[in-house]
Structure formats: structure tokens, C-alpha cells
């Protein structure tokens, strides 16, 4: 079975440019978490979504990031204007929490975006 | 809130030695642990859990064991390999949420 996939792997861009991450999740997985990493933060979590809503958005930076689920099987993250601190690795993971209390995340390999 | 703790990393060791990376936790409900391991360029991956106090999650020859009194999750192998090299994450999930909690990661590098 194919994993979470995400696109690009990797991503150049100048600051001020407009960058969008994709996502397609695991068929049948009903919860969907983007994460971004950094050496000086770690694992942070940007946003859930819970049956293509968005539940849960405290951890997006600020109004220049948006996150949206069209479907249950695409997301994307958006970020206009990109800057140099926006540059990390961002993760993408779907889970099926409703049915198994242990709810597994399964992860993308991730995007890595570098804004000059 | 609910957090985790784990030992600072890097780690250095040699083919064969023995390997702990210490994680403890904080947490108002009964959690479930977890030990996620991030090979270089890849995503997080699960390498074990325990749902309940007492439970012991074992993968790959690491194991860990939910220890409630001490509120602990330490992951341990007898024999590490090269292969193992990459940051080892401790989280949990407290039941009835979404939300995971991650530690910072511990690099583990294991010479040859």
C-alpha cells in the first residue's frame, strides 16, 4: 500500500514568493496533521484536520500560512509571502484515530523547503 | 500541559554496545508511548509502543517498557548496529485526543 506522499521533496524559492506543499494521506485514514521541523524548534505542530475540517490551527505561525483539505485524500499548505525563517522541513502524517486508541501516525518523507 | 522529556543527544556508540535513550513524561490522563525513529531523509516512523502501565513494546530488537510510577519510556538494545544510526523520538497520546506530543530527539550514531 502507498504510504502519505508528498510533493515536492524539495524546494528552492526566493522570500516573497508564494509556495504551496501537497499531501495526499493514506485511503481510509480520517485524521490529518501537518508538522514542520527545525534544528532550533523540533517538531511542531501546524495544524489537524479531522474529517477534511480543520479542528485544530494554533500552531500555524502566522496569517501568511493557510492549510486547506478540498477532499480526504489532498491537502495543501500554502504559504504567501515566503521568508528565510519559513525554511524547514514540513511533514505531513495521517492517522486513523476513531477506530484504534492507540492511533499510529504515519509520515510523509517530507518537504524540504529552502526560502532565500 | 502534557510533555516529554528525553536525554540530549548526540549519542555516540560502537557496534555490538548497549543502548538507552531516556524519556519521561508528564501527562493529566493515561497516555499511550511511543518511540518514533527518523532515518536520514525520511519521515518519522514507528518503531514501538505501550498503551497501558506495565506494557512493554518491543520492534527490531529495541524495546521499551511503560512504567507508570516513574512515569518513564526508556528505549534500550542489547546490540546496536550501524543501521541503527538516526534521531529516535519518545511522544505520547493521551486517550480520547488527537493530540501527539513530541520529545526533541536523541541522534543516535553507532561507528563501525
Redesign the interface.
Known amino acids: 500500500d502507498a504510504g502519505?506522499i508528498q510533493s515536492p521533496r524539495h524546494e528552492v524559492t526566493e522570500m516573497g514568493q508564494e509556495v504551496t506543499l501537497r499531501c495526499k494521506p493514506i485511503s481510509g485514514h480520517n485524521?490529518l496533521?501537518w508538522y514542520r521541523q527545525t534544528m532550533m524548534r523540533?517538531?511542531e505542530?501546524l495544524i489537524?484536520f479531522?474529517n477534511n475540517v480543520p479542528?485544530?490551527d494554533s500552531g500555524m505561525p502566522e496569517d501568511r500560512f493557510s492549510a486547506k483539505m478540498p477532499n480526504a485524500s489532498f491537502s495543501t499548505l500554502k504559504i504567501q509571502p515566503s521568508e528565510p525563517r519559513d525554511s524547514a522541513v514540513y511533514?505531513c502524517?495521517s492517522s486513523s484515530?476513531a477506530g484504534e486508541?492507540?492511533?499510529?501516525?504515519?509520515?510523509?518523507?517530507?518537504s524540504r523547503l529552502t526560502v532565500l | 500541559g502534557d510533555s516529554v522529556t528525553q536525554m540530549e543527544g548526540p549519542v555516540t556508540l560502537s557496534e555490538e554496545a548497549f543502548l538507552t535513550i531516556n524519556c519521561t513524561y508528564t501527562a493529566t490522563g493515561y497516555p499511550s508511548l511511543f518511540w518514533y525513529v527518523q532515518y536520514p531523509g525520511e519521515g518519522l516512523q514507528l518503531l514501538l509502543k505501550a498503551t497501558k502501565a506495565d506494557d512493554k513494546g518491543s520492534n527490531k530488537g529495541f524495546e521499551a517498557t511503560y512504567r507508570k510510577e516513574t512515569t518513564s519510556f526508556h528505549l534500550e538494545k542489547g546490540s546496536v548496529q550501524v543501521s541503527d544510526s538516526a534521531v529516535y523520538f519518545c511522544a505520547l497520546r493521551t486517550s480520547g485526543t488527537y493530540k501527539y506530543i513530541f520529545g526533541t530527539g536523541t541522534r543516535l550514531k553507532v561507528l563501525a
Do not use: K
Not at chain 1, 486508541?101 to 517530507?110: D, H, I, K
Open positions: 502519505v485524521s496533521f523540533g517538531l505542530l489537524y479531522n479542528i485544530d511533514f502524517a484515530l486508541v492507540t492511533g499510529e501516525l504515519f509520515f510523509g518523507e517530507g
